[in-house]
């Protein structure tokens, strides 16, 4: 494993932002959602791609806080432009288990 100095950590923004709305992407190579993410004023909303249709419905998307990368360039997914990158684990089957924070927390609030 390479190891990274702590300003090159620094670089990285990994805010937290509420998911405010969810739609299907059907255009996608594989099963995915297409979501709408509010990380408050300084960032504003952006959006993502994420294939995590296997553990979560648009209903246990809707209003939940995940972490996401927002200081990646925009990605082109398809007819989809992508904002920001959402972070998660693959659990022991390969489907993705979002970070999310067990406590609310202000929207665009940054990891540290």
């Known amino acids: 494993m390479e190891e990274i100095s702590w300003s090159d950590f620094e670089k990285v923004e990994l805010r937290v932002g509420t998911i405010i709305e969810v739609e ?4 996608a ?3 995915a959602w297409k979501l709408t993410i509010d990380f408050g004023d300084e960032i504003g909303i952006k959006k993502s791609s994420a294939q995590i249709t296997v553990l979560y419905s648009k209903e246990d998307l809707l209003d939940k806080q995940v972490v996401a990368v927002v200081n990646f360039p ?3 997914i398809g007819p989809f432009m992508s904002e920001c990158l959402v972070t998660g684990f693959n659990d ?3 489907a993705i288990v979002l ?3 067990d406590v609310k927390v202000p929207a665009g609030q940054k990891l540290i």
């Open 24 to 27: 299907e992407f059907p255009e």
């Open 29 to 31: 190579r594989r099963p």
């Open 74 to 76: 925009r990605k082109q």
């Open 92 to 94: 022991s089957e390969g």
């Open 99 to 101: 970070i999310s924070p």
